[in-house]
Nanobody, 126 residues
Framework: QVQLVESGGGLVQPGGSLRLSCVAA????????IAWFRQAPGKEREGVSC????????EYTDSVKGRFTISRDNAKNTVYLQMNNLEPEDTGVYFC???????????????????WGQGTQVTVSS
């Protein structure tokens, strides 16, 4: 069982930055991949970025490459999503998620993850 808690969302102007945090609790949690997803009103949940539990293999969806950076601090059981140069299209509820099994890679599909946090709202608006 893995418990996930997100924080760090808020209201920011276009071009601004936010850093989201996902604190994970559970057995051997640092060995599992963690992914960030987002869901805008009326849209499907989409994968934003993920980091594998081992080898630190990282993936980004195309729309955030060069603007977002994912990282993990195993000593704190925390995965971060640094979001720079934010755009109105980045608005949504951001969730972190973990899979049921360990793997040396990570994926960005909703069905690849079994444990979810409660989400944190990110609003990019002038």
């Amino acid at each position: 069982q893995v418990q996930l808690v997100e924080s760090g969302g808020g209201l920011v102007q276009p071009g601004g930055s936010l850093r989201l945090s996902c604190v994970a609790a559970g057995n051997a949690v640092n060995h599992y991949a963690i992914a960030w997803f987002r869901q805008a009103p009326g849209k499907e949940r989409e994968g934003v970025s993920c980091i594998a539990g081992t080898h630190d293999k990282i993936e980004y969806t195309d729309s955030v490459k060069g603007r977002f950076t994912i990282s993990r601090d195993n000593a704190k059981n925390t995965v971060y999503l640094q979001m720079n140069n934010l755009e109105p299209e980045d608005t949504g509820v951001y969730f972190c998620a973990a899979p049921l099994v360990m793997a040396p890679f990570c994926l960005l599909g909703v069905s690849d993850y079994d444990y979810w946090g409660q989400g944190t709202q990110v609003t990019v608006s002038s």
